[in-house]
C-alpha cells in the first residue's frame, strides 16, 4: 500500500478542518499538502491545475449552506484535470443524488462518508483508496442503487474502536494519542496533574494489549489489517527487542504510534 498519500483538505469549518489536519499529520501514511475552503475557489483551482502541485486525494465537504453549489464546482475543477487525483466526500447527512447521479461514473471516485461513521479513521481511509478501493460509511452505502456494484467498493466504520473506554480515557486517547498533544498541553487543557495523566494512558495501553503486542504473544496480522501498518510496527517491535537500544518502553513515541493505529483501524466489510 503506498505510503506518504499527499491530501489536499477542501473544508469551511476551522474546526473540522483542523481536526482533518490533525489526523492526516499524526498517520505517516498521508501528508496535507494544501487546504482550502469554499471562498478560496480560484486559489484551489490554480493549485490544482499546477503541474509542480503533486497530489494523490481531494478531501471535500459537501456541506456548505452559504453556497450549494460549491461541491458539484469543484467536482467540475478536478474533473478538468488531465490527471484527476482521487476524490473523497465528506458529509454529515449524505444525498442520494452524489451516490447515484454524480461521483459513481468517474474513475477519480475515491468514496463518500459520514463524518460521524468515520470519526478518527479518515487517513485510513485515504490509505484504501490509495489501495484501489471506493470507500463508503453504512448511511452512504444504504441510499446506492441497487443495480450499483462494483468490487471494489467496501464500507468502513470508524466507530468501534473508541468503546470500552471511559469518558476521561476518551478525553486522554484523543489528546494524546490521537492528536499527539504534549503532557503538558493535555494538563492545561483538562486540569489533571500529569502523574494522572501517565495511569491513565497506561489503562488505555492495557485495554488495547499494547504490552502484549510489543512482547510478541500477539501476531501483528491479527491486530491490523493493513500490510503497511503492519511493517511499520514490525519495526518498532524490533527496536524494542533490541535491549542495546536502551530506549524505555514508556517513555517512546513509537509506544503512541502503535495505540494510534489500533485505534483509528477502521471495521472493514466488503460489499
Not at 27 to 47: C, I, L, M, P
Not at 51 to 79: C, G, H, M, Q, R
Not at 242 to 267: C, N, Q, V, Y
Request: with cysteine.
Amino acid at each position: 500500500m503506498k505510503d506518504n498519500n499527499r491530501v489536499v483538505v477542501v473544508e469551511d469549518d476551522p474546526f473540522a478542518r483542523d481536526q482533518l489536519l490533525n489526523l492526516f499529520n499524526r498517520d505517516w501514511r498521508t501528508e496535507v499538502v494544501g487546504e482550502f475552503d469554499s471562498f478560496s475557489k480560484k486559489a484551489f483551482e490554480d493549485y490544482l491545475s499546477n503541474p509542480n502541485n503533486k497530489i494523490d486525494t481531494v478531501i471535500l465537504d459537501t456541506e456548505v449552506p452559504w453556497n450549494p453549489t460549491w461541491p458539484i464546482e469543484a467536482f467540475k475543477i478536478i474533473n478538468s484535470l488531465v490527471q484527476p487525483p482521487k476524490i473523497i466526500f465528506l458529509c454529515t447527512v449524505p444525498i442520494v443524488r452524489f451516490w447515484n447521479d454524480i461521483l459513481i461514473n468517474y474513475n477519480f471516485y475515491g468514496g463518500y462518508l459520514v463524518k460521524q461513521e468515520i470519526l478518527y479513521s479518515i487517513a485510513s481511509a485515504v490509505a484504501l483508496t490509495a489501495h484501489g478501493y471506493i470507500v463508503s460509511t453504512e448511511s452512504v452505502q444504504n441510499l446506492r442503487a441497487p443495480f450499483y456494484s462494483k468490487s471494489n467498493m467496501i464500507v468502513v466504520d470508524g466507530t468501534q474502536s473508541i468503546y470500552g473506554f471511559t469518558k476521561r480515557e476518551q478525553e486522554i486517547l484523543r489528546l494524546g494519542i490521537l492528536f499527539n498533544h504534549s503532557h503538558r498541553d493535555i494538563e492545561n487543557e483538562l486540569f489533571i496533574s500529569r502523574d494522572w495523566i501517565s495511569e491513565i494512558l497506561g489503562s488505555i495501553y492495557e485495554k488495547l494489549n499494547i504490552k502484549e503486542i510489543v512482547s510478541g504473544e500477539v501476531p501483528l496480522n491479527t491486530v491490523f489489517n493493513d500490510e503497511a501498518v503492519i511493517s511499520r510496527a514490525q519495526k518498532i517491535l524490533e527496536l524494542y527487542q533490541d535491549k542495546s537500544s536502551g530506549k524505555s518502553l514508556r517513555k517512546t513515541p513509537w509506544l503512541s504510534t502503535l495505540a494510534f493505529h489500533i485505534l483509528t483501524m477502521p471495521e472493514i466489510r466488503n460489499i
